[in-house]
């Protein structure tokens, strides 16, 4: 039997960019290639020292993640955590994520560059 159109109607399109023609989320290959840079930003927060990371002034669920993934010692687990920490840094507003690579840029006084 043949299905009609008021059956089976498709969802509406979702807009892909606003009136200027600017996309309004990052495409699928612009975040997979923003990942591994967010991974080695999470790894050079794992590397700073509390007092450092209060300073920095990140959202309570990535400062907690970031505290956990300091305490672990099993490398699966530090691993899982990086992971996880990746994904909580995917999630952050671009204001923030410039906020926290300004702070850890190299040459800033007072926090180490890790050694990766």
Do not use: F
């Not at 970031?66 to 699966?76: D, E, K, P, T, Y």
């Not at 926290?100 to 040459?107: D, E, K, Q, S, V």
Request: hydrophobic residues 40%; charged residues 20%; glycine residues 6%.
């Amino acid at each position: 039997m043949p299905r009609s159109a008021t059956q089976n109607p498709r969802p509406p399109a979702l807009p892909t960019a606003d009136a200027s023609g600017a996309p309004l989320t990052p495409s699928k290959t612009q975040r997979k290639r923003e990942a591994p840079a967010l991974q080695t930003l999470g790894i050079q927060l794992v590397a700073l020292s509390i007092a450092q990371l209060a300073r920095l002034g990140l959202p309570e669920a990535l400062h907690e993640a970031v505290v956990a993934a300091q305490r672990m010692r099993s490398h699966g687990a530090r691993t899982r955590q990086m992971q996880s920490i990746g994904k909580l840094m995917r999630q952050l507003e671009p204001a923030m994520l410039s906020r926290i690579r300004a702070a850890l840029a190299p040459g800033r006084a007072g926090i180490p560059q890790p050694q990766l």
